[in-house]
């Protein structure tokens, strides 16, 4: 694994003093190792090596840190994200592990109790952690992915359920990025205020795809369509931009199709991702009738593109565009099916 970039919270360096790695380098722990998954933040750094364990660095995680430490052990872990003081982790199995960033908070906050290989045995775990566990679960439903921004994140299951929950541990998510309209600090019901919430407008829909940036959320169903909620001050969800209302608290459907009006073309989103206040589409548009002479070949003819929104001030959106507003952005290949 190569890094570069700021190291002022030894993430892409640990064992260097240099404020700034200008060449990629190797984390020297990596290597002849193989890396599940790996996400870094400003402060911290965490991995999930080849047998499904958490690895954890960086002065975020602890200021004496000097590498990657070994912290949850023993979960077949497959997948991570993370909010701004927690890891959200996905094991093989469904199960959804909420792990602090500190090194002091796992430490000396609250242990679970863990089942032993010895029958009937139980016993304090290590480290501090919380598990996320979506009530009335199906026969056979799991959890098959997650997502989170700063403070809130979301949870697929395999039959196509969203849910929402708090991922964080210093704000509660108030820009209506669980989708849960007058879901807030105050109005939660009883229980951990991190338990996962059914979206129930999204009931229905097969979700496919899901996506988050810092405070807004992004989810496509199997049928194409995206639905988007959170905040969306700087366009990122893909609507006009509105000072009076800032957020949009309900999954909302993107119309898509109009930005194929007049083409002859039909779009299906198959993918997004988001990141910060942006926000990024990938759409298989299908020809369904002919243009200006157009043969009738070119019927069926899939054009791929990728769409961006959201704040491209610094560039971020890939379109040239400095603005704040809300702009998409093409990029097209095709091919006949």
Known sequence: MLNRGSNSSKVVGPDSDEAYIKVPRRIAYFDGKVI?????????????????????????????????????????????????????????????????????????????????????????????????????????????????????????????????????????????????????????????????????????????????????????????????????????LGFETSTESPTIDAPSLLPVDKLYRGTGLIPRVTNVAAGGVNSFFTVDATRVTGQDGEEVRDLGRITADTWSCGQGISGSLGNGRWTVRVHFHLKASSWIL
Not at 186 to 203: A, M, N, S, V
């Open 36 to 236: 599940r998954d790996i996400k870094l933040d400003r402060k911290f750094g965490v991995a999930v090596d080849q047998n499904g364990d958490l690895l954890q660095w960086g002065s975020g995680f602890s200021p004496s840190s000097k590498g990657p430490t070994l912290t949850l052990k023993g979960k077949d872990l497959v997948k991570i994200s993370i909010s701004r003081d927690r890891i959200i982790a996905l094991s093989s199995n469904g199960t959804i592990y909420s792990v602090p960033t500190s090194h002091e908070d796992l430490t000396t906050g609250p242990k679970a109790q863990e089942n032993s290989w010895i029958p009937f045995w139980r016993s304090r775990s290590q480290f501090s952690y919380r598990t996320l566990t979506p009530d009335n679960m199906a026969w056979g439903e799991r959890v098959s992915d997650i997502s989170s921004g700063l403070e809130h994140c979301l949870i697929l299951t395999s039959k196509g359920r969203l849910f929402s929950a708090a991922s964080g541990t210093e704000d509660f998510p108030s820009k209506g990025q669980l989708g849960i309209p007058g879901l807030t600090w105050t109005t939660r019901p009883p229980g951990p205020y991190d338990q996962p919430h059914e979206i129930g407008t999204l009931k229905g829909f097969e979700i496919a795809k899901v996506a988050t940036g810092d405070y807004h959320s992004l989810a496509v169903d199997k049928q194409g369509r995206v639905f988007a909620f959170g905040d969306n001050s700087l366009g990122q």
